[in-house]
């Protein structure tokens, strides 16, 4: 019988760890790119397009993402698309975080106060000049923090990843629990890579929130 070290158990899962990073960058930034577009159809003034945008984030937000796994990677196969498992975690992820950033960073960009539309309006602005002059940049400043603490969930949001075959930290974690029956050894090290990916985001969100203090400073 082969013995496995503490090290042989922490490289393989470290090894796994890359794609649960690569996984997590992949989704923040697609989602943030697709979020951002639907923030403008949100936000817009065409009723069909806030409505269009408005019922993808409540379908996204109001559905497991457990379920919109499923969907990616064996909704396809019905129609004889054969679908990576990592394409498809990445899809359902990228789809899944626009839904939550878009509505993050439309509570913000109405956390500015009406009377800096009114203001920019007043100087002869158009829409799109008021967006960028002078709302945008004031609700980039409040969407630090919460933007930074959803970025936690979406790092936790890979795990599910595993149960449509892709291999990240918490799959190697169970390989690798089946090849050295060491459960707790094992569970108990991804846990604490986890905590190690997770904990320093969870603190910068704080520490951005106390430092900006923006719900003071805007009203």
Not at 60 to 67: D, E, R, V
Not at 75 to 80: E, I, M, P, W
Not at 139 to 161: E, H
Request: hydrophobic content about 55%.
């Amino acid at each position: 019988m082969i013995e496995f070290t503490i090290w042989d158990i922490l490289r393989n899962l470290l090894l796994a760890t890359r794609w649960t990073i690569l996984l997590s960058l992949v989704s923040f930034a697609g989602g943030g790119a697709v979020g951002l577009c639907l923030l403008f159809l949100r936000i817009g003034k065409r009723k069909p397009l806030r409505l269009l945008a408005k019922y993808y984030i409540e379908l996204f937000q109001g559905t497991p993402l457990l379920m919109q796994l499923f969907i990616a990677f064996f909704g396809l196969g019905l129609f004889g698309i054969d679908v990576p498992a990592w394409l498809a975690a990445g899809l359902a992820l990228i789809l899944w975080t626009a839904a939550f950033l878009a509505e993050i960073w439309r509570g913000c960009v109405e956390a500015v106060a009406r009377g800096q539309w009114e203001a920019s309006a007043s100087l002869g602005m158009g829409w799109l000049q008021q967006l960028r002059y002078v709302v945008l940049p004031q609700a980039m400043r409040i969407a630090i923090p919460p933007t930074a603490g959803f970025s936690v969930q979406v790092i936790k949001g890979t795990a599910l990843t595993s149960i449509i075959g892709f291999v990240e930290l918490s799959k190697a974690g169970t390989i690798v629990t089946n090849a050295t029956f060491q459960p707790f050894t094992v569970y108990g090290l991804v846990a604490l890579i986890y905590f190690a990916l997770c904990w320093p985001l969870s603190k910068s969100s704080q520490i951005l929130e106390r430092k900006l203090n923006v719900a003071h400073r805007n009203h």
